[in-house]
C-alpha cells in the first residue's frame, strides 16, 4: 500500500477557435477523478484538478513540479491529460537524436497564443526525470492524439472526433524548451527516468473522442476496465483488455502502454 497517491488531472475543452474545441476531456478527468475518489482512501489521496483556461502551459508545468514533486518512495505520483495533441517542429539540434524533426506534444490552453509553446514530449521528460529522483511510483496517463511518443479523421462513420490540432512548421528555438533546459547541455541528451505511459493511440494515429456522450474513447473504456475489475490488475493485464475494447470500437486506434527505466509492468495499478 502507498503512503500517498498525488494526483494532477488535467482537462481542456475550451480551447481558442484557432485551436478546435473539444467536447469530452473536462468529462474524462472529472470521471477519473471521481474514480480515484471511489477507491483510495481519502487520507491517502491529494488530487490537484486543472481545465480549460486554468490548464496553461505554466499551471501544468508548476502543478507538476510542486504538487506531484511532493511524491516520495512508497508514493504514487499520477498525470492524467485530456486535450489536442499535435507536431511542432522541433529545435534543429534535436535532428541527431530524432531525425523526424518533430515533437508531439500537449497543447495547453494558451500553447498557440503568441509566444507560446505546447508542452513537447521532450519536456515532459525532464519533469518526469525530476520527479523519478525521488523513487515514487509513477504513471502517466494521456488521451491525446500522437500520445504514444508523449514522454519523448478518423472513425467518422462513427461519429468520433481526433483530438488533434494544427501542426506548426515553424522551428521552435533549443532555449524555449523548459527554462533552457536543453540548451545548457554539453551533449544533447533526453532523459527516460522509470515510469509508466498509458497512451490513447501510436505517435502516428489520432486519439478519438464521442462528441454524443461527451468523452474520449480511451478514458472512457480505461475506466470501464478498471472499475469491472475494481482495479485489482496489472498494468500488463490493463493493456491486453484496454487494447481488445478500443480496437473493437474504433478502426485505427491502438493504444499503447510503454513502460521505461525498468518500471515492473507487472506491477499492480
Same mark, same amino acid.
Given at each position: 500500500?502507498?503512503?500517498?497517491?498525488?494526483?494532477?488531472?488535467?482537462?481542456?475543452?475550451?480551447?481558442?477557435?484557432?485551436?478546435?474545441?473539444?467536447?469530452?476531456?473536462?468529462?474524462?478527468?472529472?470521471?477519473?477523478?471521481?474514480?480515484?475518489?471511489?477507491?483510495?482512501?481519502?487520507?491517502?489521496?491529494?488530487?490537484?484538478?486543472?481545465?480549460?483556461?486554468?490548464?496553461?502551459?505554466?499551471?501544468?508545468?508548476?502543478?507538476?513540479?510542486?504538487?506531484?514533486?511532493?511524491?516520495?518512495?512508497?508514493?504514487?505520483?499520477?498525470?492524467?491529460?485530456?486535450?489536442?495533441?499535435?507536431?511542432?517542429?522541433?529545435?534543429?539540434?534535436?535532428?541527431?537524436?530524432?531525425?523526424?524533426?518533430?515533437?508531439?506534444?500537449?497543447?495547453?490552453?494558451?500553447?498557440?497564443?503568441?509566444?507560446?509553446?505546447?508542452?513537447?514530449?521532450?519536456?515532459?521528460?525532464?519533469?518526469?526525470?525530476?520527479?523519478?529522483?525521488?523513487?515514487?511510483?509513477?504513471?502517466?496517463?494521456?488521451?491525446?492524439?500522437?500520445?504514444?511518443?508523449?514522454? &519523448? $479523421?478518423?472513425?467518422? !462513420?462513427?461519429? @468520433?472526433?481526433? #483530438?488533434?490540432?494544427?501542426?506548426?512548421? +515553424?522551428?521552435?528555438?533549443?532555449?524555449?524548451?523548459?527554462?533552457?533546459?536543453?540548451?545548457?547541455?554539453?551533449?544533447?541528451?533526453?532523459?527516460?527516468?522509470?515510469?509508466?505511459?498509458?497512451?490513447?493511440?501510436?505517435?502516428?494515429?489520432?486519439?478519438?473522442?464521442?462528441?454524443?456522450?461527451?468523452?474520449?474513447?480511451?478514458?472512457?473504456?480505461?475506466?470501464?476496465?478498471?472499475?469491472?475489475? &475494481? $482495479?485489482?490488475?496489472? !498494468?500488463?493485464? @490493463?493493456?491486453? #483488455?484496454?487494447?481488445?475494447?478500443?480496437? +473493437?470500437?474504433?478502426?485505427?486506434?491502438?493504444?499503447?502502454?510503454?513502460?521505461?527505466?525498468?518500471?515492473?509492468?507487472?506491477?499492480?495499478?
Amino acid at each position: 500500500m502507498s503512503n500517498r497517491i498525488y494526483a494532477l488531472l488535467v482537462g481542456i475543452n475550451d480551447y481558442p477557435v484557432e485551436v478546435g474545441k473539444l467536447s469530452g476531456c473536462v468529462n474524462d478527468v472529472d470521471n477519473f477523478n471521481q474514480y480515484l475518489r471511489d477507491s483510495c482512501d481519502p487520507a491517502q489521496l491529494a488530487v490537484e484538478v486543472l481545465k480549460n483556461s486554468d490548464a496553461t502551459r505554466g499551471n501544468i508545468i508548476n502543478q507538476f513540479r510542486n504538487h506531484l514533486g511532493q511524491a516520495r518512495e512508497g508514493d504514487v505520483a499520477l498525470f492524467q491529460y485530456c486535450g489536442h495533441g499535435a507536431r511542432w517542429a522541433s529545435a534543429s539540434a534535436f535532428k541527431a537524436l530524432y531525425p523526424d524533426g518533430k515533437d508531439e506534444g500537449l497543447v495547453c490552453f494558451d500553447s498557440r497564443s503568441p509566444g507560446g509553446y505546447d508542452l513537447a514530449d521532450k519536456e515532459l521528460a525532464v519533469l518526469i526525470d525530476e520527479l523519478a529522483r525521488h523513487n515514487p511510483h509513477l504513471a502517466v496517463i494521456l488521451d491525446s492524439c500522437h500520445s504514444g511518443s508523449g514522454t &519523448r $479523421g478518423a472513425d467518422a !462513420y462513427n461519429g @468520433l472526433r481526433a #483530438r488533434v490540432t494544427h501542426e506548426v512548421s +515553424s522551428e521552435r528555438p533549443l532555449e524555449s524548451y523548459l527554462d533552457g533546459y536543453y540548451s545548457r547541455q554539453e551533449q544533447l541528451f533526453v532523459p527516460a527516468a522509470r515510469h509508466v505511459l498509458l497512451a490513447a493511440c501510436e505517435r502516428t494515429q489520432k486519439a478519438q473522442e464521442d462528441p454524443a456522450n461527451r468523452c474520449g474513447v480511451f478514458s472512457s473504456t480505461l475506466l470501464e476496465v478498471l472499475n469491472k475489475s &475494481r $482495479g485489482k490488475l496489472s !498494468y500488463a493485464d @490493463l493493456f491486453v #483488455r484496454c487494447r481488445s475494447a478500443i480496437q +473493437s470500437r474504433v478502426l485505427n486506434q491502438n493504444p499503447m502502454f510503454e513502460t521505461f527505466g525498468q518500471f515492473n509492468s507487472n506491477a499492480g495499478f
